[in-house]
Nanobody, 121 residues
Framework: QVHLEESGGGSVQAGGSLRLSCTAS????????MAWFRQGTGPEREFVAG?????VYADSVKGRFTISRDNAKDAVYLQMNSLKPEDTDVYYC?????????????????WGTGTQVTVSS
């Protein structure tokens, strides 16, 4: 069983930065995809960024967010810069067994419980 735990959420003013962290326990995930989603306003969680041997970003965060991973620590990070009020949401870490990065929720088998990010104008 895999356990994912997020940290690093908080409140910041528009234009500020936050760094989210996610640590995995229970197994290593060197060959898998790790991703960040956010709850969004629709019926499905919104893909934000993913990383395996390459990275993928949602158009809404390209150039502002950077995803990275440290396999030795079983950790994945999301550096969020130039934050906007519309980035306010609950952010979730997720793990997929696939090497090619999927952007839809059903492809991710393990999830953290989420961390709140609030950006004020």
């Amino acid at each position: 069983q895999v356990h994912l735990e997020e940290s690093g959420g908080g409140s910041v003013q528009a234009g500020g930065s936050l760094r989210l962290s996610c640590t995995a326990s229970g197994r290593t995930f060197n060959g898998n995809t790790m991703a960040w989603f956010r709850q969004g306003t629709g019926p499905e969680r919104e893909f934000v960024a993913g990383i395996s041997y390459y990275t993928v970003y949602a158009d809404s965060v390209k150039g502002r967010f950077t995803i990275s991973r440290d396999n030795a620590k079983d950790a994945v990070y999301l550096q969020m810069n130039s934050l906007k009020p519309e980035d306010t949401d609950v952010y979730y870490c997720a793990l997929s067994p696939r090497t090619e990065i999927p952007t839809s929720r059903p492809n991710y088998y393990y999830w953290g419980t989420g961390t709140q990010v609030t950006v004020s104008s």
